[in-house]
């Protein structure tokens, strides 16, 4: 792996930045950039970044700290989270001082990069150099938590700085939490947090856009329809209006309550104030039509889409795809289905998995098989549900020689041959009279320790 160096004065090599590359041409920043102008505006590239970090620490550019903290901002709005790392680990050899900013960006590259366990070990450098925490800090950390899905830790860390007083959460802090349980469907737990919505109030700290956008989510997926519109109410009084992300939440909730021509209203209302519909607005009341088996208005939905100018989403496709899979209609579905690629985009594994679902349910084996050499044709992965759907296909219609011929290509790979999949296998193999070999399955899964579905218990 190829390392850079940053040479000094004396010519001593200063490692920089593992895994990345430089160009030998002469980088457009300079010294007399930064100390005429003190921008950071020429910074194009890492090229930039390394040619101006090797100037700084060789002519000793002071004041270090304040050099260094708008370098890290700089990096880390270029996406070079790595190469945060990589200098901060310089800096540190070399005795520069830091601070708050610095660390704060340490903090945030972690997170970016779903480290927010190394993030939190960076915490006892503050105390070890008496630099006082601060709430921006916390808030990435926190908000880096909620990204890799641990939300015990976000809630556990938010409870203490609250009750240790280690630092006053903001209205930013506060939308955070409470985003994050709700985008994670922790929906009673944001009710919880309408207590922390009065503590806000009690202190002073204004609720913003995305406290009440993340209160009134956990609301609607609790379906309690006058606390979302009271908080609406409450919202639009304080001078907050809703975007579309707002009205989205709304219309989605109504529709997965079957509500579509209420979200149909909620749709027009937010026209009448100036508030324009995106995709995803069309993808939910196609959903909810879908849902109903409403299939014709669906469908109206989506031609709706397209003399708007909007372009259908894969995730469009999939709905209105699914609505006729279920419908049975498989021919309307099939015809979506192609015109996919023929607009220049990709099936998703959601609408292979949708279609093969689809094929297999009007007994449609051989247009199965297709569908399947096809995906694998334009390199789309297979997952979980892909394999039961193929294998529960197969043992439906009595292609138990095919089943068992995936299942031991699947076990070759070392690829889903878990519990879910031994129990397809072994419910397939009953209903096909295979008892002796489902018996053999049932008996090699309790030796590994796995427990089949409890259906099974009578081999």
Same mark, same amino acid.
């Given at each position: 792996m190829k390392r850079i160096y940053l040479r000094n004065g004396k010519g001593n090599g200063i490692p920089f930045l593992s895994s990345f590359a430089t160009s030998s041409a002469a980088s457009a920043i300079t010294v007399r950039d930064y100390t005429n102008r003190i921008t950071f505006e020429k910074v194009k590239c890492l090229d930039d970044v390394v040619t101006l970090s090797h100037q700084m620490i060789r002519m000793h550019l002071l004041p270090f700290v304040f050099a260094f903290s708008k370098l890290f901002k700089t990096m880390i709005k270029m996406s070079h989270? *790595?190469? /945060? @790392? *990589?200098?901060?680990? %310089? =800096? $540190?050899? +070399?005795?520069i001082p830091i601070d708050g900013v610095i660390l704060g960006g340490v903090i945030n590259s972690y997170c970016l990069m779903h480290r927010a366990d190394c993030a939190f070990s960076v915490l006892p450098i503050f105390l070890k150099n008496g630099i006082p925490f601060d709430v921006y800090m916390?808030?990435?950390?926190i908000r880096g938590f909620f990204h890799e899905s641990k939300v015990k830790d976000a809630v556990e860390l938010f409870k203490k700085l609250v009750k240790r007083n280690i630092c006053e959460p903001d209205n930013v802090m506060y939308a955070i939490v409470m985003n994050g349980l709700s985008k994670r469907g922790h929906t009673q737990k944001t009710l919880n947090l309408l207590r922390l919505l009065n503590e806000m109030k009690q202190k002073d700290i204004p609720p913003n856009l995305v406290t009440y956008s993340s209160i009134i989510d956990g609301l609607c997926k609790l379906g309690q329809w006058e606390k979302v519109k009271t908080f609406f109410s409450e919202m639009v009084s304080l001078n907050i209006y809703p975007n579309v992300q =707002?009205?989205?939440v709304l219309i989605d909730g109504l529709c997965k309550e079957g509500k579509v021509e209420d979200a149909k209203e909620v749709m027009k209302h937010m026209i009448e104030k100036g508030v324009e519909p995106n995709i995803i607005t069309y993808n939910a009341i196609m959903d909810g039509y879908c849902l109903r088996g409403q299939l014709d208005r669906a469908r109206r939905i989506f031609d709706i889409l397209i003399d708007k100018g909007i372009e259908p989403s894969i995730i469009s496709y999939n709905i209105l795809i699914n609505g006729y899979c279920k419908k049975k209609?498989?021919?309307?579905? #099939?015809?979506l289905f192609c015109e996919i690629s023929q607009k220049g985009s990709k099936p998703s594994i959601v609408t292979y998995n949708t279609i093969l679902q689809g094929l297999f349910e009007v007994g449609r084996i051989g247009s199965a098989r297709e569908i399947y050499v096809e995906m694998m044709s334009t390199g789309t =992965?297979?997952? +979980?549900y892909t394999h039961g759907t193929l294998l529960n296909g197969y043992f439906k219609y009595g292609f138990v020689e095919e089943a #068992? &011929? @995936?299942?031991?290509? +699947? %076990? $070759?790979? &070392? %690829?889903?041959?878990?519990?879910? =999949?031994?129990? /397809? /296998?072994?419910?397939? +193999?009953?209903k096909n009279s295979k008892f002796d070999e489902a018996h053999a399955i049932f008996e090699k899964l309790s030796s590994m320790g796995l427990l089949p579905n409890a259906k099974h218990t009578i081999l």
């Open positions: 989270c *790595s190469a /945060v @790392l *990589s200098l901060f680990g %310089e =800096i $540190r050899k +070399l005795g916390f808030t990435n950390l =707002i009205f989205n209609e498989l021919a309307k579905a #099939m015809q =992965i297979p997952d +979980l #068992m &011929s @995936l299942l031991n290509k +699947l %076990e $070759r790979k &070392s %690829e889903d041959t878990n519990i879910a =999949i031994s129990n /397809v /296998v072994i419910n397939g +193999l009953s």
